[in-house]
């Protein structure tokens, strides 16, 4: 074994032995492995198995693939300010039902981050049962949100539309790849807007996705795509709430509609309500849950996770399964610490 491979092999024992089992719902995981960011921005990567692939290489582990089956995802996603005046990004992801996995990346040329991911697009979906615990490896690039250390927060939702495939003659990238460059590479959400409109954007998974920005100071945005343009909604004024599920908010975007039921309500309460604590942004989140189980259909569709990120404090509160019993406090300064809160 040559000396690269042995020190990429030291980190991933030491990356798999941070693996824990937080309750029957989530799993944490700090994460030491080169994943080499610059190298797949420079690639050319677009798909779920060239990411695969391109990790396959960087990690030099065979073993580890990526879910490439088709999303049918739901989503809702705000931001507010708390009465002290702390930034807040609250975000549901809905999607087939499984586990979910908290991850910190320490890159050496980048922000550190604490982001979520559905470990079903790692095939990995019950870390009690799995006998290739290589397949988390791919966490870095199968995160749909997160926050950095600079407080800058994103999330991911998808859309009804068809996928972006555009051709600008930017050097091509993909939806968690984006996810993953903003966290790493971006302060705030000017930083973030100027990052993706670098690159030239090929959705994954057979679906269209819009992206939640938030950071600290308080701006936020949604970037979307629309007959292959990138567009960018922004505030209108300073303290203003965006509200963001699973159509086009750009005038003129037209897709297949879901979550207007969703929107509305997070936008009603948000006019009563234009301050609200994190457990207040946790209830309005707990109030637009999704639990859908089709009778032609094997699978479920829920709210996997809530998660409130404070851009202010670059913290965390979750909740998974839809277990609204279990609030844990995350930090990014503290891998592996979760504290539940009362």
Same mark, same amino acid.
């Given at each position: 074994?040559?000396?690269?491979?042995?020190?990429?092999?030291? $980190?991933?024992?030491?990356?798999?032995?941070?693996?824990?089992?937080?309750?029957?719902?989530?799993?944490?995981?700090?994460?030491?492995?080169?994943?080499?960011?610059?190298?797949?921005?420079?690639?050319? #990567? /677009?798909?779920? &198995?060239?990411?695969?692939?391109?990790?396959?290489?960087?990690?030099?582990?065979?073993?580890?693939?990526?879910?490439?089956?088709?999303?049918?995802?739901?989503?809702?996603?705000?931001? #507010?300010?708390?009465?002290? *005046?702390?930034?807040?990004? *609250?975000?549901? &992801?809905?999607? $087939?039902?499984?586990?979910?996995?908290?991850?910190? /990346?320490? =890159?050496?040329? *980048?922000?550190?981050?604490?982001?979520?991911?559905?470990?079903?697009?790692?095939?990995?979906?019950?870390?009690? $049962?799995?006998?290739? =615990?290589?397949?988390?490896?791919?966490? %870095?690039?199968?995160?749909?949100? *997160?926050?950095?250390?600079?407080?800058?927060?994103?999330?991911?939702?998808?859309?009804?539309?068809?996928?972006?495939?555009?051709?600008?003659?930017? %050097?091509?990238?993909?939806?968690?790849?984006?996810?993953?460059?903003?966290?790493?590479?971006?302060?705030?959400?000017?930083?973030?807007?100027? &990052?993706?409109?670098?690159?030239?954007?090929?959705?994954?998974?057979?679906?269209?996705?819009?992206?939640?920005?938030?950071?600290?100071?308080?701006?936020?945005?949604?970037?979307?795509?629309?007959?292959?343009?990138?567009?960018?909604?922004?505030?209108?004024? =300073?303290?203003?709430?965006?509200?963001?599920?699973?159509?086009?908010?750009?005038?003129?975007?037209?897709?297949?509609?879901?979550?207007?039921?969703?929107?509305?309500?997070?936008?009603?309460?948000?006019? $009563?309500?234009?301050?609200?604590?994190?457990?207040?942004?946790?209830?309005?989140?707990?109030?637009?849950?999704?639990?859908?189980?089709?009778?032609?259909?094997?699978?479920?569709?829920? /709210?996997?996770?809530?998660?409130?990120?404070?851009?202010?404090?670059?913290?965390?509160?979750?909740?998974?399964?839809?277990?609204? /019993?279990?609030?844990?406090?995350?930090?990014?300064?503290? =891998?592996?610490?979760?504290?539940?809160?009362?």
């Amino acid at each position: 074994m040559n000396a690269e491979k042995a020190a990429a092999r030291k $980190k991933r024992d030491k990356t798999l032995s941070s693996l824990t089992e937080l309750d029957e719902h989530i799993c944490l995981l700090d994460y030491h492995c080169h994943y080499d960011l610059e190298g797949i921005l420079s690639s050319g #990567v /677009t798909s779920m &198995f060239g990411l695969a692939r391109f990790l396959q290489k960087v990690i030099h582990s065979p073993k580890l693939i990526a879910n490439p089956l088709a999303g049918h995802g739901g989503c809702s996603a705000f931001n #507010v300010r708390t009465p002290d *005046g702390k930034v807040l990004m *609250g975000r549901n &992801f809905d999607y $087939k039902e499984a586990r979910v996995l908290v991850v910190w /990346t320490h =890159p050496e040329t *980048g922000y550190k981050s604490m982001a979520v991911c559905n470990q079903n697009h790692m095939i990995y979906a019950d870390v009690r $049962k799995s006998r290739r =615990p290589l397949r988390i490896l791919g966490a %870095p690039y199968a995160s749909m949100d *997160g926050i950095n250390e600079k407080g800058l927060a994103c999330a991911i939702l998808e859309l009804l539309g068809k996928p972006t495939k555009q051709k600008n003659g930017n %050097p091509p990238f993909t939806t968690t790849v984006a996810l993953r460059g903003i966290l790493d590479k971006c302060a705030t959400v000017d930083e973030a807007v100027a &990052f993706m409109e670098k690159y030239e954007m090929h959705d994954l998974l057979g679906a269209c996705y819009h992206y939640f920005l938030t950071d600290a100071s308080g701006q936020s945005a949604v970037v979307e795509y629309m007959d292959n343009k990138m567009y960018v909604y922004r505030q209108t004024k =300073p303290d203003e709430s965006l509200k963001l599920t699973n159509f086009y908010i750009t005038e003129g975007g037209k897709c297949k509609e879901k979550g207007r039921d969703r929107y509305e309500k997070i936008e009603c309460t948000l006019n $009563k309500n234009p301050v609200l604590t994190e457990n207040e942004a946790m209830s309005l989140l707990r109030s637009v849950e999704v639990y859908f189980r089709s009778r032609y259909k094997i699978y479920m569709i829920a /709210t996997s996770w809530s998660a409130v990120y404070n851009c202010t404090d670059r913290s965390m509160m979750l909740c998974a399964g839809r277990d609204y /019993t279990k609030k844990y406090r995350l930090s990014l300064d503290e =891998p592996l610490k979760a504290v539940l809160m009362e």
